[in-house]
């Protein structure tokens, strides 16, 4: 069996295979989770408190389950270690370090890629 990646750090592991995929699970980076889902309970905040009204502002948790909900959201993919290492290379949520140290995987993973393909023969005019 496969060894856990590293990068697995960085995401939440669903409970499910994503959509029609039987290998790979659902995975959501936790940087962009967390700050979606803050920016709904601030915002549930902020309106009940500009309304004046003690409206009911939904629980982290249940913020959070909404916006893992959200399919569609950019941070949610299939838990392949190159979609999630791509993600991370550009994701304005996570520490720099982890930024850098993902395009670093990128640009490596490419060269590796490049160094075990078979020369392209070359076809005489």
């Known amino acids: 069996m496969p060894t856990v990646s590293q990068w697995w750090e960085y995401f939440r592991k669903g409970t499910q295979h994503y959509k029609n995929d039987t290998v790979h699970w659902d995975a959501w980076c936790n940087s962009c989770l967390k700050h979606r889902t803050n920016e709904i309970v601030q915002f549930q905040r902020v309106t009940s408190q500009s309304s004046g009204s003690a409206g009911v502002v ?24 190159d979609r999630m290492v791509r993600h991370l290379s550009s994701c304005p949520n996570v520490p720099d370090s982890v930024r850098q140290a993902a395009a670093l995987e990128r640009f490596q993973s490419k060269s590796r890629g490049k160094e075990n393909r078979p020369p392209t023969p070359i076809i005489p005019p």
């Open 58 to 81: 939904m629980s982290y948790e249940d913020a959070e389950a909404c916006v893992m909900a959200d399919k569609t959201a950019s941070f949610y993919m299939p838990g392949k270690i």
